[in-house]
């Protein structure tokens, strides 16, 4: 059930824009992102849920399709301290209070000035 | 501040040894969960708990064993039988309200493992 996010690694300039996806052959009833920097900590960025709006959080914003049982990151006017591994952590869709997420392998995004 | 504090950042383990990562939390957290991470593999779940004296093997629980006596500490230890221990644990915690599917989970700095 581990989601599948593409691509695998991005390069940017500082002010370019990114797209991050996570795809699910699994209904899903929440999706979580989050930013990890080498090292350290993962930090949670937002939480879509089934039947929810769009989120967004400065500029990076993220969609749930529900149909496509996809998500997608969007990173706006790129800065240098959104480099980072992105990873999308998903949870089923039977409103279950287990919690466990399924996580994908992650996409290395590396921002240049 | 209220956090996840997991110790030690850095533990080496000799062959045929058990060894012990700590984690503790302070947020008053009902979930607590314990990672594995290896190189391009993302977060592999190993074990996890939602109440105290309770827990679930994750995805990959196989040489590993935790407890839950109290509900701020979820101590994880990589027994013996583990025989690639090698990798970057998290742990992690998330409350149940409304469900711990709409909630952040909070991850602790992480303990690296290495075998001597």
């Known amino acids: 059930q581990q989601p599948v996010q593409s691509p695998q690694a991005v390069i940017l300039r500082e002010g370019e824009d990114a797209v991050i996806n996570c795809s699910s052959s699994?209904?899903?009833?929440?999706v979580h992102w989050y930013r990890q920097k080498h090292g350290e900590a993962p930090v949670f960025l937002m939480i879509l849920l089934k039947g929810g709006e769009q989120k967004g959080h400065e500029k990076i914003s993220a969609s749930f399709n529900e149909k496509k049982q996809q998500s997608s990151l969007y990173l706006t006017a790129s800065q240098l301290s959104y480099s980072g591994t992105y990873f999308c952590?998903?949870?089923?869709?039977?409103?279950?209070?287990?919690?466990?997420?399924?996580f994908g392998r992650g996409t290395q995004l590396t921002v240049w000035p | 501040d209220g956090g996840i504090t997991q110790s030690p950042k850095y533990l080496f383990r000799k062959e045929g040894q058990n060894v012990t990562l700590s984690c503790e939390q302070n947020l008053n957290h009902d979930a607590m969960y314990w990672y594995r991470q290896d190189p391009g593999q993302g977060l592999r779940l190993i074990y996890y708990?939602?109440?105290?004296?309770?827990?679930q093997k994750g995805d990959i629980a196989e040489g590993y064993s935790v407890s839950r006596e109290k509900k701020e500490s979820f101590p994880l230890t990589v027994t013996s039988a583990q025989k690639n221990p090698t990798a970057f644990y998290l742990c992690?915690?998330?409350?149940?309200?409304?469900?711990?599917?709409?909630?952040?989970?909070?991850f602790g700095d992480g303990t690296r493992l290495s075998i001597l």
């Open positions: 992690a915690s998330s409350s149940r309200d409304r469900g711990y599917s709409n909630q952040p989970q909070h």
């Open positions: 708990s939602q109440i105290v004296n309770d827990f």
């Open positions: 699994k209904a899903l009833y929440s």
């Open positions: 952590g998903t949870a089923a869709d039977r409103g279950s209070t287990l919690g466990r997420l399924y």
